[in-house]
């Protein structure tokens, strides 16, 4: 995720960091080429076909009305997403506290802690499909990484101690309403990251993006001339680079600029649970170039 205030007129101009350009650059030249190849071919060839403007403008807002409705779901997408982690972290705050109020022994504590801070970086690491590898020896062993779904085997572990730990029914109560909280945002998430957009939107977005780039040369060659392919460059970076946006929004967990900060979230969690633990709060995270992980 990008971190940063509004950028200063130049910076906003040249700025490649957290932008799609790198990404759509070689499409963008490409269709650049192709309109200029056109304009050549009409001018020392053979002349092609001149069509009026007008017909590509209702094209273009028709396009434009696909991409915002794409837009306004890939967006929800991603703010449903941090808002399952806001109140993940809401939760694990609460759950640090609660066990303070009624689990009365100091290892059962510090073990419940540890297995939910062995959960929030196992539920990361798949939602972001990561190996086993990259879990955290801290928090998770070989052996939590080697089962079907670590996150709910650390849950399992939880409430196996909690069970066990727990000294009346309203403590095991509370307690467990606390983890039916963690599960609903565990399931939230899960729901977003197995279920993409609908694939017939992608097909269509891109279809009618490529068309429209490739059909409108032919509007404006007769009044625009060589200017032509810098006009149409600049419709594609507009129309792709939307629709790369997108692309990248609707998968808000991924690893992408625009993904979401999870490995900061985690340490956020951690920062929060380490007096609770009696260890010293790890430094929070911070953004490289911009760029909060």
């Not at 790198?22 to 190849?37: E, N, Q």
């Not at 095991?172 to 909280?181: E, G, I, K, T, W």
């Not at 946006?245 to 900060?261: R, S």
């Amino acid at each position: 995720m990008i971190i940063r205030d509004k950028p200063e007129l130049l910076q906003l101009l040249f700025s490649v960091r957290g932008s799609v350009l790198p990404k759509i650059l070689p499409r963008v030249l490409i269709i650049t080429g192709f309109a200029a190849g056109l304009v050549w071919v009409d001018q020392t060839v053979v002349t092609l076909p001149h069509t009026n403007a007008a017909p590509f403008a209702v094209f273009g807002i028709a396009l434009s009305l696909f991409l915002g409705f794409r837009n306004n779901a890939a967006h929800d997408r991603w703010w449903e997403g941090r808002k399952l982690w806001g109140r993940l972290i809401a939760d694990m705050r609460s759950l640090s506290r609660e066990v303070e109020i009624f689990i009365p022994e100091r290892a059962d504590r510090h073990r419940i802690l540890s297995l939910a801070l062995g959960f929030i970086h196992a539920h990361r690491l798949n939602l972001r499909q990561l190996p086993a590898k990259a879990a955290p020896p801290r928090w998770l062993s070989a052996e939590d990484m080697d089962t079907p779904h670590p996150p709910c085997t650390m849950l399992n572990k939880m409430t196996e101690v909690i069970a066990a730990a727990a000294p009346d029914g309203f403590a095991r109560r509370a307690l467990a309403q606390r983890l039916d909280s963690i599960v609903m945002s565990q399931c939230g998430c899960e729901r977003i990251a197995t279920t993409p957009l609908p694939y017939v939107y992608s097909l269509l977005i891109f279809r009618t993006t490529y068309l429209y780039c490739g059909l409108i040369p032919f509007g404006l060659i007769e009044t625009a001339g060589w200017m032509s392919p810098m006009f149409v460059g600049i419709m594609a970076y507009i129309f792709i680079g939307l629709a790369e946006v997108t692309e990248e929004l609707a998968h808000p967990f991924g690893e992408t600029v625009n993904g979401l900060p999870l490995d900061a979230m985690c340490r956020t969690i951690e920062i929060s649970l380490a007096p609770h633990l009696d260890m010293p709060a790890p430094a929070p995270l911070r953004a490289d170039r911009f760029y909060l992980s």
